[in-house]
């Protein structure tokens, strides 16, 4: 009996199994981190590659940036968000500069949020029909937001598509915190 458990060994048909059993439990671990990447980039958010210079010089046209559905945060001034816009069928990418009642008015090439001066927007011309030179002061109502691009001169935003419902977000920018 004893000869017959060596010459098994010997003869390697024991170590199928281990393989086996490691190619099962390697297959199950991958089948699960697949299952929950889907989940998760169903569920909460999705890696996007932006093709605008919008919000160029942070982010540039080829960079991929992570987004957070918009019904998990409450986008605040100051974060980047994706919109739906009503007047055209794109998706754009812009900072909110104002919410929820404050005035935004252009003078003069500078931003003005409730009469303060935001920053310098340095326009093209001094022209009044360049809309990162002047812009009549404008009211935002409640649950509706004012959004801007950090590439001021590409007014594809709030300047020409006028002001956005929060129920045109449709996400906002994820920076992860790294705890290393």
Same mark, same amino acid.
């Given at each position: 009996?004893?000869?017959?458990? &060596?010459?098994?060994?010997?003869?390697?048909?024991?170590?199928?199994?281990?393989?086996?059993?490691?190619?099962?439990?390697?297959?199950?671990?991958?089948?699960?981190?697949?299952?929950?990447?889907?989940?998760?980039?169903?569920?909460?958010?999705?890696?996007?590659?932006?093709? #605008?210079?919008?919000? #160029?010089?942070?982010?540039?046209?080829?960079?991929?940036?992570?987004?957070?559905?918009?019904?998990? #945060?409450?986008?605040?001034?100051?974060?980047?968000?994706?919109?739906?816009?009503?007047?055209?069928?794109? &998706?754009?990418?812009?900072?909110?500069?104002?919410?929820?009642?404050?005035?935004?008015?252009?003078?003069?090439?500078?931003?003005?949020?409730?009469? #303060?001066?935001?920053?310098?927007?340095?326009?093209?011309?001094?022209?009044?029909?360049?809309?990162?030179?002047?812009?009549? &002061?404008? &009211?935002?109502?409640?649950?509706?937001?004012?959004?801007?691009?950090?590439?001021?001169?590409?007014?594809?935003?709030?300047?020409?598509?006028?002001?956005?419902?929060?129920?045109?977000?449709?996400?906002?920018?994820?920076?992860?915190?790294?705890?290393?």
């Amino acid at each position: 009996m004893i000869r017959k458990a &060596e010459h098994y060994r010997a003869s390697g048909k024991g170590s199928n199994k281990k393989w086996r059993g490691l190619l099962l439990a390697s297959l199950i671990v991958v089948t699960v981190a697949v299952l929950i990447q889907l989940i998760l980039r169903q569920l909460f958010f999705y890696p996007l590659s932006v093709t #605008s210079d919008a919000m #160029s010089p942070e982010i540039k046209p080829g960079d991929r940036r992570y987004f957070v559905y918009s019904r998990l #945060s409450t986008p605040v001034s100051g974060d980047v968000v994706l919109i739906k816009s009503a007047r055209a069928d794109v &998706e754009l990418l812009c900072r909110i500069v104002a919410a929820d009642g404050d005035r935004v008015q252009i003078a003069q090439g500078k931003l003005k949020i409730n009469g #303060s001066v935001a920053r310098d927007l340095l326009p093209r011309t001094s022209d009044a029909r360049d809309l990162s030179y002047e812009m009549p &002061e404008t &009211e935002v109502r409640p649950n509706f937001i004012f959004c801007m691009n950090d590439n001021h001169l590409n007014t594809n935003d709030s300047r020409a598509h006028g002001i956005f419902s929060r129920n045109q977000i449709v996400a906002k920018v994820f920076k992860p915190l790294l705890l290393f």
